[in-house]
């Protein structure tokens, strides 16, 4: 029985660690694109939310691209799934506007 808590905790805390990884890139990739942290930290919430980490992990070809919205949306585009496209773009829409936070 501690065995099994033990290992689903362990899943636990691996599971949202690399969430928190992955959300922490993003954001860090944005920023250093030149984009304000808050808008960056929007897109990088709103994305670990919404995706699963094989998704955040395709989007890794946002690192060919220069790191601007602009490039983030043509990287989306060219992984071909359509959830990640849809939620990188209106990511990026409501949080460089302000109306997401």
Do not use: P
Not at 31 to 44: H, L, Q, V
Not at 49 to 78: D, P
């Amino acid at each position: 029985m501690k065995r099994t808590l033990l290992l689903i905790t362990l899943l636990a805390v691996l599971w949202f660690g690399a969430h928190m990884y992955a959300a922490w890139r993003i954001r860090t990739a944005l920023i250093e694109g030149g984009m304000n942290e808050k808008a960056a930290a929007c897109i990088s919430r709103r994305l670990s939310k919404r995706l699963t980490l094989w998704q955040m992990h395709k989007l890794e070809a946002f690192q060919e691209e220069k790191r601007t919205i602009g490039g983030l949306v043509r990287a989306a585009r060219r992984i071909d799934d359509a959830k990640v496209v849809l939620v990188t773009t209106s990511s990026a829409a409501l949080c460089t506007t302000g109306l997401a936070r």
